[in-house]
């Protein structure tokens, strides 16, 4: 009985959920947390960013960032999971080590990489499979972020293919494990350790030392990164110390537990009801994010407004970005960009209009893939227990002066 | 600091040659944040078993919870990130944790 009460309860205030209901009760989805101001604090090679934790680190960009495609370093948002992480790394002995079924086991300079190697460039989105987690009610464990658990970058590196073919793959080699090397408080807890099937590994997949020109920034994995493009940045190993091949897949918290969402259509569950089978959450869905006008924005009546912002999927492309200006009544296309950072990047969309009415105006923007997937409204999508994969059109609430 | 000096001057030498020249020369400092912590019983516990490993902020941004989350959260920690913590731990922390970032709700 109580049981039904909280269901018709968890409908109603879903209705509502657009307009910012905060005390809801059941598995329901809203705008995502917006009001969070930068931290006084800057942290080794950032500008001030939001702040969640110092140790170990956790900064997200802020949304007035999201008007261009790349993400500058300093601004780029920072997520690691364990305590201890590598404060210094010297370049000159930095070695990475290719091992397990492997024909010749390697170890591989920051030089030899840089030199020995063909250098290849992609451009591509590195998005938290937790990013908005802040959108679902109940509290979905983890950290509460608003949108800006994502950037965009030139990374620029070394094929993880061309290493594989140098170090030569055994007959039997099926899986690989990559190592960082953040360190837990104790010896018992779980590394942060990835395994990727070989059949997902593409020519996209780079180890990369570079970000938008410049070396990566210690807080994002310096020296070395996994790259994998359309993929959430928990596959992206950062300070990568270990590459090891295997034929068998191990049992990993990082991979078995977290980064996890139900193994269903919807992949949607209830609070109280979590679906028993998961999935791992690998390729991001499409979405938005308007870089301006911010909730902090006053725009003069009847002056022309251009809306900015990014959009993104796993790398099928984007074909359009649609723009509301009244609550989502109509709807019309932006204008994007060329699209020549190539199709994992960020494309940016720009819309004009003139506010016609004082007061709170709201904008909504709508993202739709080439295949065809397209953001819903916030309210509509379906809750699951890590929160993850968020995905709703996107909006900003301005004041027309 | 003659040797520390040695060592920059080869460093910037290197720099026009090299391609290993690091942005950062040196250790970074991640900077020391003191979230606002409350005091009370069950302090040290939470200093002992869970500032262990993170710091106070990831406590106060899941913002105010039921019991049943906070025991959930400890759970957590000692099932899968392996925090050494017996029965009364367990206790201690999530009484700490409900009684002061609680939502006044058991479940």
Known sequence: MKRRDFFKKAATLAGAATVGTSSVKAGITQQPIDTRKVSPLAFPEKRPLI??????????????????????????????????????????????????LVKKEMKISLNDLKTKFEQVEVTAVLQCGGNSRSAFKPIAGGIQWGSGAMGCATWKGVRLKDILDQAGLKKDAAWIGFNGSEKAAYYETPNFVRELELSELDDHVILAYQMNGEDLPYLN???????????YSDSWVKMLSNITVTNEYKKLFFMDVAYRVPDNETESETPEKKFPKTKPIKKMNVKSVIGYPTRDSVVSHKSHVVVRGVAWDDGHGIEDVMVSTDGGKTWTKALLDDGKLGRYAYRTFRHTFKPSTLGKTTI????????????????DIKWNHGGYKYNGIDEVTVEVV | MKGNMMKKLILSAALLASPLFAQ???????????????????????????????????????GRQSKKFWHGKVIKMVEHFKAPMDEQAIKETTDYLFEHYGNGKLK
């Open chain 1, 51 to 100: 702040m969640y934790s110092d140790r170990p680190p956790l900064l997200e960009t802020p949304r007035d960032v999201f008007t261009s495609a790349l993400t500058p370093n300093d601004q780029f948002f920072v997520r690691w999971h364990m305590p201890d992480i590598p404060t210094h790394i010297d370049p000159d002995t930095f070695t990475i080590s290719v091992n397990g």
């Open chain 1, 221 to 231: 994995g310096y020296p070395l990164r996994l790259v994998i493009p359309g993929y």
């Open chain 1, 364 to 379: 909504m923007t709508k993202a739709i893939s080439k295949i065809g997937e397209e953001q819903p409204l916030a309210k």
């Open chain 2, 24 to 62: 950062v020369n040196g250790k970074v400092e991640v900077p020391y944040v003191p979230f606002p912590v409350k005091m009370g019983k069950g302090f040290d516990a939470i200093q002992t078993h869970c500032l262990m490993c993170h710091s106070f902020g990831y406590i106060i941004n899941q």
